[in-house]
């Protein structure tokens, strides 16, 4: 018996191949219910189409969740987390001390 994950039509059961080519029916009364939140999928557990689909690769579990909107997508991106004005200040430190360096390096020529 596979850990593979199933898809699902609206059915009232689904079949799968195990490892011998065995095919084995599982009522889907043990469907995923997908959130927007990532849930671990149980070996076996059916999920509906149209999920967004992973493997925690720290823990080895799949985990299944709705598909985020673009906006939604936008919102989790690391780039919003920056102060932009604290970046501006950090590439002006960056450039003095290259000034600096290079003030540094023509002295001992």
């Excluded at 149209?50 to 991106?77: D, P, W």
Aim: hydrophobic content about 35%.
């Amino acid at each position: 018996y596979s850990n593979d994950l199933i898809a699902v039509e609206d059915s009232s059961e689904a079949s799968v191949s195990d490892d011998n080519g065995d095919v084995i029916t599982e009522s889907t009364a043990d469907v995923f219910i997908p959130t927007a939140e990532w849930q671990e999928v149980r070996p076996g557990q059916a999920i509906p189409k149209g999920l967004h689909v992973r493997i925690n690769m720290e823990t080895g579990k799949k985990e299944a969740r709705l598909l985020a909107t673009q906006e939604e997508e936008r919102k989790e991106s690391p780039l919003d987390r920056i102060d932009h004005e604290e970046l501006k200040e950090a590439l002006k430190k960056i450039k003095n001390d290259i000034k600096a360096e290079e003030a540094v390096q023509a002295k001992f020529r």
